[in-house]
């Protein structure tokens, strides 16, 4: 069935470097993805949203792209902090109401 | 504050019995979602509900069982049939508007474990 990936399913940084998780999708209908965060123990945290008729998106230190001729998606992490040190999921869906699709997840270690 | 909450934060459960996860959003969102998450895995769709008395089956539907009587509420069972329960048991909701899908909000999790 179609899913959402990853390349690497962990990635140390040190603090004060920028952090790229990246993420693959194989669902070409997809239109809307999303990027989470969860810490140890929590529910995972809305960080950063896009929709396919974007190239890139910024928020506050973080930055989605989306590269849609090679189903691609990343998030940007400026100024890595120790705070940031988490797993980050990427998620997809198409536009219709049909429950997102969640990836394995990525975990970012920050090194102080 | 607005928000969702699944409680218990932990629950433990005999071989052969049934339990029941709560799962409470005041967010007016029209759409409750459960998954469940294994050590180092991501996010398995169990059930999800759009609307009041009506739920659909997700990936892993087989030994669990959902209700959804009110819009707040989206109990989950973990029925004796599911044969591995434990994992982390995650609950969210969100609202959909003219057919777009927006990001969910979870709650803080269930941690079910087998004894």
């Known amino acids: 069935g179609e899913s959402v990936g990853l390349h690497l399913p962990t990635l140390s940084v040190q603090e004060g470097d920028n952090s790229i998780i990246n993420c693959a999708y194989s669902?070409?209908?997809?239109?809307?993805f999303i990027w989470y965060k969860q810490e140890s123990g929590k529910g995972p945290q809305f960080i950063i949203d896009?929709?396919?008729?974007?190239d890139k998106r910024q928020g506050q230190r973080v930055t989605v792209l989306l590269n849609k001729t090679v189903k691609h998606l990343s998030l940007q992490i400026a100024a890595t902090q120790p705070g940031d040190s988490a797993v980050y999921f990427c998620?997809?869906?198409?536009?219709?109401?049909?429950?997102?699709?969640f990836g394995k997840g990525t975990r970012l270690s920050v090194i102080a | 504050d607005g928000g969702i909450t699944q409680s218990p934060k932990y629950l433990f459960r005999k071989e052969g019995q049934n339990v029941t996860l709560s799962c409470e959003q005041n967010?007016?969102?029209?759409?409750m979602y459960w998954y469940r998450q294994d050590p180092g895995q991501g996010l398995r769709l169990i059930y999800y509900?759009?609307?009041?008395?009506?739920?659909q089956k997700g990936d892993i539907a087989e030994g669990y069982s959902v209700s959804r009587e009110k819009k707040e509420s989206f109990p989950l069972t973990v029925t004796s049939a599911q044969k591995n329960p434990t994992a982390f048991y995650l609950c969210?909701?969100?609202?959909?508007?003219?057919?777009?899908?927006?990001?969910?909000?979870f709650g803080s999790g269930t941690r079910l474990t087998v004894v």
């Open positions: 969210a909701s969100s609202n959909l508007r003219q057919g777009l899908n927006y990001g969910y909000t």
């Open positions: 669902n070409s209908a997809s239109d809307y």
């Open positions: 896009i929709r396919s008729n974007m």
């Open positions: 998620a997809e869906t198409k536009s219709g109401n049909t429950p997102l699709v």
């Open positions: 967010l007016n969102h029209d759409a």
């Open positions: 509900s759009q609307i009041v008395n009506d739920f």
